[in-house]
């Protein structure tokens, strides 16, 4: 049944195009940020010399850190967007596809955990598919990257990327609006990402989870991660479950 | 053994109550129409049938063990970016029952979808509002549920194609419980055995078409002559089981009476000794809808 639903709801990302959104986001950035890390300091300082703003030169850390910030922003919304109509399209069970669905003995647990596999999955390839790309254009651009951080961010992201569905997927089954599904995804984000202006409070927020690259390649431990994913885990575990245990109306 | 049963079912939309104490027994293979106004609690209570809204209070049970439902919306949008055939593969599925192109085929041509075949590309965001709804029939009957719940399966269809799916429905009596509901009481006088109505949440009247018929209907007959004979209906006027006369267009009449066996036999008498140019005479049954209008009428 769940391999139904799940091969159903990969069908619908590439269908209606929602996964060419989300991935034309994160290419975008990923060719954009490690060129303009390189350049643009240089650029600002041979135009306005503007000594005084103290850009320094960048890394391919930093090039790859603006990549994943950049996508934990702009690429995240797209998704958010794109897939908020997929987080709630079943969960209207008045008429449609909801009733078809939900008539034909689907438990709603396992249409929310099909979505959540596939918004993950794709929200995740996406940003790995960027990942790469950013890191190969890094190679030439900087002499070298920073490899060992690079792989040791892979799963920090992902457990970013899982976040961050689980809200979006949460929130859609628990709300049952589109509206609502993005404002519990990027709304608690946004909001999370906050503490990041609060320097003893920056561990806490699970955005660090996305933009972990650049800590890691300074000697940042992977451990030290364990309050950005218990604030956001707690979050989205709260969201999710309701979304899941949500009753018909 | 009821296929359906319904006790003293609920529902209410914050303070406004939608059903109010519903309570119906449907036997198996029988077709029930549910009728009733806009607003009566036709969808709500299929919904809830269908374990798609949850019932403030009473209960319900669907055949043996609750399962095997086939429910039709009465807007079906199903998922524009599939092909009808994909999404009857995908419903196949989700019931775990094995389908070939053959079968889809038959299916589609089934509800007079024959055009679209499995190769078909169409998608059914691109489907006209009445393929959509045989579509909907299509998927509704796959497997070939013990108990189907349409909720106005004819609505967006042309008159050819609301006969074809009235005699689909009429097909399945005694092999499926099926309870439609619908603003057409032609449809339910064409094809139900059985029949609710339903106003402001409470079931009004239920039962079988014929005693429904004959409720508070006084018996009659229609006339229909082959030329306009008022002293016919001067004659019939003095007999004492004379009640009233409606007249249509010009030779047609239909004679309401107190004592019909009495008239019956009155009215052949007079029929045979005036040598009245009869073109029809038949027991005037009140229809569906006059009983509908009567039972509505504010109480």
């Not at chain 1, 929200?123 to 790995?128: A, K, M, R």
């Not at chain 1, 790309?133 to 002499?143: E, K």
């Not at chain 2, 024959?114 to 709804?133: A, C, E, F, L, N």
């Amino acid at each position: 049944m769940i391999s139904t639903l799940i091969s159903h709801e990969w069908k619908r990302a590439f269908r209606t195009k929602r996964i060419w959104i989300v991935l034309a986001f994160c290419l975008f950035s990923a060719l954009l940020d490690p060129v303009s890390s390189k350049f643009l300091p240089k650029i600002i300082e041979a135009v306005g010399k503007l000594e005084v703003m103290g850009l320094p030169d960048q890394n391919a850390a930093d090039a790859l850190k603006a990549y994943a910030s950049d996508s934990s922003r702009l690429a995240m919304l797209a998704f958010a967007l794109s897939f908020m109509g997929m987080a709630t399209d079943e969960f209207k069970r008045d008429s449609g596809a909801g009733a078809f669905v939900f008539t034909r003995q689907v438990r709603s647990s396992s249409l929310v955990w099909s979505k959540l596999i596939v918004a993950f999955g794709v929200g995740w390839g996406s940003f790995l598919v960027g990942y790469l790309v950013a890191t190969l254009i890094s190679i030439p651009l900087f002499g070298s990257v920073p490899l060992g951080a690079v792989l040791k961010s892979i799963p920090l992201t992902g457990l970013f990327w899982l976040i961050a569905a689980a809200l979006l997927v949460g929130g859609g089954a628990a709300f049952r609006s589109a509206l609502a599904a993005v404002a519990t995804a990027y709304g608690s984000l946004f909001f999370l990402s906050i503490f990041e202006l609060f320097g003893v409070l920056a561990a806490w927020s699970p955005t660090a989870l996305g933009t972990s690259v650049g800590p890691l390649a300074a000697g940042e431990s992977v451990v030290s991660y364990w309050r950005s994913l218990l604030v956001g885990g707690v979050c989205a575990g709260v969201i999710f479950v309701w979304g899941l245990v949500r009753r018909p109306n | 053994m009821f296929a359906v049963s319904v006790r003293s079912l609920a529902k209410n939309y914050g303070s406004k109550p939608a059903l109010a104490g519903v309570d119906l027994e449907i036997a198996p293979g029988a077709i029930f129409g549910l009728v009733g106004p806009n607003g009566a609690g036709k969808t709500t209570l299929l919904s809830i049938l269908a374990g798609l809204k949850a019932p403030t209070s009473g209960t319900f049970s669907l055949g043996p063990d609750g399962t095997g439902i086939g429910f039709m919306p009465d807007t079906p949008t199903y998922y524009p970016w599939l092909t009808g055939p994909e999404l009857l593969d995908y419903a196949a599925r989700l019931r775990s029952i094995k389908i070939d192109d053959s079968e889809i085929s038959w299916r589609m041509a089934q509800v007079g979808l024959s055009q679209v075949g499995p190769g078909d590309q169409t998608k059914i965001g691109d489907y006209s509002r009445g393929m959509r709804q045989r579509l909907a029939m299509a998927a509704t009957l796959l497997g070939d549920p013990p108990v189907l719940l349409l909720d106005e399966p004819c609505s967006a269809l042309d008159p050819a194609g609301r006969v074809e799916v009235l005699d689909i429905i009429s097909s399945l009596a005694g092999r499926a419980t099926v309870i439609f509901s619908t603003h057409l009481l032609s449809d339910v006088e064409r094809v139900c055995d059985s029949v609710a109505m339903l106003d402001r949440g409470r079931v009004i009247m239920a039962g079988p078409i014929e005693a429904i018929r004959q409720y508070g209907a006084a018996p009659g007959f229609r006339l229909a002559l082959d030329f306009d004979d008022q002293g016919l209906i001067a004659e019939i006027s003095r007999y004492p089981w004379f009640a009233g006369v409606v007249a249509g267009k010009p030779g047609y009449y239909t004679v309401t009476v107190t004592d019909f066996e009495t008239a019956r036999r009155d009215l052949l008498q007079l029929i045979v000794t005036r040598s009245v140019p009869l073109i029809e005479f038949a027991r005037a049954d009140p229809s569906l809808e006059e009983v509908f209008l009567k039972v509505l009428a504010p109480r």
